[in-house]
């Protein structure tokens, strides 16, 4: 067997492995080769599990899901005496799963690449806890079953809770911490009730076994309230967001884009529990209904809390609340047009807008909030009222906010557009309220970033802000890496609708395949 088939066959696990491991020698490493030698290290091995998470997608795209089992060939090689239930870590891969590892696996090596000029105390520690972050991003995102789900889930937030509080001289980022804490124990929790409930109920914790016993009944039901809550509160959706802007306003600015991205894995979890477990539970539709309605208010909750805004930070991460109600319309359009195991074709690109939207909401947001922490760099300062005339000093930055703005608008050609159109449309042909409502939002989206561009970049600048710090170009180039990609995305959505929205929806739809694959390394 040849190396690259080596890489392939095992590469579900190596995309998993090779960062967790990596986090914990990061340590050692950082005294015996310094700081330069090891931030390159760190970027290296992202590098490297990109290139397997692409890799694994085409074989994904091409030859349909995969699966991986680490453990016995055979179930009952790990099979305890007493027990129905083999117990091994599966994976289980299918279009949706490695649209979101590419996700992961491309904002963890912005972020990395970004964090080269970081001077905090104990930088071996932040970049351990970058690397737990995604490898608990990737492993929620491949698990086959609930219980690793759980677990992927603790890991993901245990590490995003320290990235939080990372600077504990600062009393906000306590703060934050402590509220990301409590919101990620509540849903872990909520989490570990439900798997509880199910395991109890089928004696499965397998997803495709699970699928494929489920009756619906109440104790279904209560573990599905449950699941939505626990996903919707870790995503940061109205009424359950008030973490999130100081999360995102305390977290050190080079990873927040590994916050949001955290964010956004548990809509993942959302997408996969409610159409591969309960797509055939005629009760999904009024589920459907409730997360629209919660999409509709976090989008104007979003827009309307972003305007009396002055630290800069504070108001991105309430338009980050917004933008997750755009998702969150999309996926409750299609699970409202679900019907048995078929959503109708507005459904479907409803979906596909809203996946779409998970990949654009993590890099025009993640962009924003590097631009912010470029500002605050340069300046000292995040208050937008102790900023003006940046555009004269910050030419380049200045350049990158403008794009940031125009793709968090959804304004054309930038990706936001795409896939905000997308839900636009298929949302009207649902309720034409909805669609109105969204471009609402986006209008008011876009005048809360044109008046914070007016009031920080334009105009005489400011006679305190005359001296300012060089920016690192590595900074520059991670922002650059990053708008690249929105303009790419925004040039040619089709490629990226075609080749990787659709196939995701359609896996999360005709989601046999899934449920056939998980059944058979579940040993069933």
């Given at each position: 067997?040849?190396?690259?088939e080596?890489?392939?066959?095992?590469s579900p696990?190596?995309?998993?492995?090779?960062?967790?491991?990596t986090?914990?020698i990061?340590?050692?490493?950082?005294k015996?080769?310094?700081p330069?030698?090891r931030?390159?290290?760190?970027?290296?091995?992202?590098?490297?599990v990109l290139?397997?998470?692409?890799l694994?997608?085409?074989?994904?795209?091409?030859?349909?899901?995969?699966?991986y089992v680490l453990?016995?060939?055979?179930?009952?090689?790990?099979?305890?005496?007493?027990y129905?239930?083999?117990?091994?870590?599966?994976?289980?891969i299918?279009?949706?799963?490695?649209?979101?590892?590419?996700?992961?696996?491309?904002?963890?090596l912005?972020?990395?690449?970004?964090?080269?000029?970081?001077?905090?105390?104990?930088?071996?520690?932040?970049?351990?806890?970058?690397?737990l972050?995604t490898?608990?991003?990737?492993?929620?995102?491949f698990?086959?079953?609930?219980?690793?789900?759980?677990?992927?889930?603790?890991?993901?937030?245990?590490?995003s809770?320290?990235?939080?509080?990372?600077?504990?001289?600062?009393p906000?980022?306590?703060?934050?911490?402590?509220?990301?804490?409590?919101?990620?124990?509540?849903?872990?929790?909520?989490?570990?009730?439900?798997?509880?409930l199910?395991y109890?109920?089928?004696d499965?914790l397998?997803?495709?076994?699970?699928?494929?016993?489920?009756?619906?009944?109440?104790?279904?039901?209560i573990?599905?309230?449950?699941i939505?809550t626990?996903?919707?509160m870790?995503?940061?959706?109205?009424p359950?967001?008030?973490?999130?802007?100081?999360?995102?306003?305390?977290t050190?600015?080079?990873?927040?884009?590994?916050?949001?991205g955290?964010?956004?894995s548990?809509?993942?979890?959302?997408f996969?529990?409610c159409?591969t477990?309960?797509?055939?539970?005629?009760?999904?539709?009024v589920?459907?209904w409730i997360?629209?309605?919660l999409?509709l208010?976090?989008?104007?909750?979003?827009?309307?809390?972003?305007i009396?805004?002055t630290?800069?930070?504070r108001?991105?991460g309430?338009?980050?609340?917004?933008?997750?109600?755009f998702?969150?319309?999309?996926?409750?359009?299609?699970?409202?047009s679900?019907?048995g195991n078929?959503?109708?074709?507005?459904?479907?690109?409803?979906?596909?807008?809203?996946i779409?939207h998970?990949?654009?909401?993590a890099?025009?947001i993640?962009?924003?909030?590097?631009?912010a922490?470029?500002v605050?760099?340069?300046t000292?300062?995040?208050?937008?009222?102790?900023?003006c005339?940046?555009?004269?000093?910050?030419?380049?930055?200045?350049?990158?906010?403008?794009?940031?703005l125009?793709a968090?608008?959804?304004?054309?050609?930038?990706?936001?557009f795409?896939?905000?159109?997308l839900?636009?449309?298929?949302v009207?042909?649902?309720?034409?309220?909805?669609?109105?409502?969204g471009?609402?939002?986006?209008?008011?989206m876009?005048?809360?970033?044109?008046k914070?561009?007016s009031?920080?970049?334009?105009?005489?600048p400011?006679?305190?802000?005359e001296?300012?710090?060089?920016?690192?170009?590595s900074?520059?180039?991670a922002?650059?890496?990053v708008?690249?990609i929105?303009?790419f995305?925004?040039?040619?959505?089709?490629l990226?609708?075609?080749?990787?929205?659709?196939?995701?929806?359609?896996?999360?739809?005709?989601?046999?395949?899934y449920?056939s694959?998980?059944?058979?390394?579940?040993?069933?």
């Amino acid at each position: 067997m040849s190396a690259i088939e080596s890489l392939r066959l095992h590469s579900p696990a190596l995309i998993i492995a090779i960062p967790l491991l990596t986090a914990f020698i990061i340590p050692l490493l950082s005294k015996i080769i310094g700081p330069k030698a090891r931030n390159g290290f760190v970027v290296a091995v992202l590098t490297g599990v990109l290139a397997l998470v692409l890799l694994l997608a085409h074989d994904v795209i091409t030859g349909g899901t995969r699966t991986y089992v680490l453990g016995g060939s055979t179930p009952l090689l790990t099979l305890p005496s007493g027990y129905q239930v083999p117990v091994r870590i599966m994976f289980v891969i299918d279009a949706m799963g490695v649209f979101m590892g590419i996700m992961c696996g491309v904002i963890a090596l912005v972020a990395a690449i970004y964090s080269c000029m970081e001077t905090y105390e104990g930088l071996y520690k932040f970049y351990t806890l970058l690397l737990l972050v995604t490898t608990g991003i990737f492993g929620l995102v491949f698990t086959g079953d609930l219980f690793n789900l759980f677990v992927f889930f603790e890991i993901l937030s245990i590490a995003s809770c320290g990235l939080v509080a990372f600077k504990i001289d600062s009393p906000m980022s306590m703060e934050g911490g402590f509220k990301y804490m409590v919101i990620s124990d509540i849903g872990g929790l909520s989490l570990l009730v439900m798997i509880g409930l199910l395991y109890g109920q089928y004696d499965a914790l397998n997803i495709g076994m699970l699928a494929n016993r489920m009756d619906y009944g109440m104790i279904d039901i209560i573990a599905l309230g449950l699941i939505v809550t626990a996903l919707l509160m870790k995503s940061g959706s109205v009424p359950m967001h008030m973490w999130t802007p100081d999360a995102y306003g305390e977290t050190p600015s080079s990873v927040t884009i590994m916050i949001v991205g955290a964010s956004l894995s548990s809509l993942y979890a959302l997408f996969r529990i409610c159409f591969t477990l309960y797509g055939g539970f005629i009760g999904i539709n009024v589920a459907g209904w409730i997360i629209v309605i919660l999409a509709l208010i976090s989008i104007l909750v979003g827009v309307t809390m972003a305007i009396p805004q002055t630290d800069f930070k504070r108001l991105i991460g309430y338009a980050a609340v917004a933008e997750i109600g755009f998702i969150l319309l999309g996926l409750g359009a299609g699970l409202a047009s679900l019907s048995g195991n078929s959503v109708d074709a507005y459904g479907i690109k409803a979906m596909e807008g809203s996946i779409f939207h998970i990949f654009n909401d993590a890099l025009d947001i993640g962009l924003l909030f590097f631009v912010a922490a470029v500002v605050s760099y340069a300046t000292g300062q995040r208050n937008l009222n102790n900023l003006c005339g940046l555009g004269r000093k910050m030419k380049y930055t200045t350049f990158l906010f403008i794009i940031g703005l125009a793709a968090v608008a959804g304004l054309p050609p930038m990706n936001g557009f795409a896939s905000k159109f997308l839900i636009y449309e298929s949302v009207f042909h649902l309720n034409p309220i909805l669609a109105i409502i969204g471009i609402l939002g986006s209008i008011m989206m876009l005048a809360i970033f044109v008046k914070a561009f007016s009031g920080a970049f334009l105009g005489p600048p400011v006679p305190e802000l005359e001296t300012y710090k060089k920016v690192p170009r590595s900074m520059l180039f991670a922002m650059s890496i990053v708008v690249a990609i929105i303009v790419f995305f925004g040039l040619f959505p089709d490629l990226i609708v075609d080749n990787l929205a659709h196939p995701a929806a359609q896996a999360l739809v005709n989601h046999s395949e899934y449920i056939s694959h998980a059944i058979r390394i579940g040993g069933v």
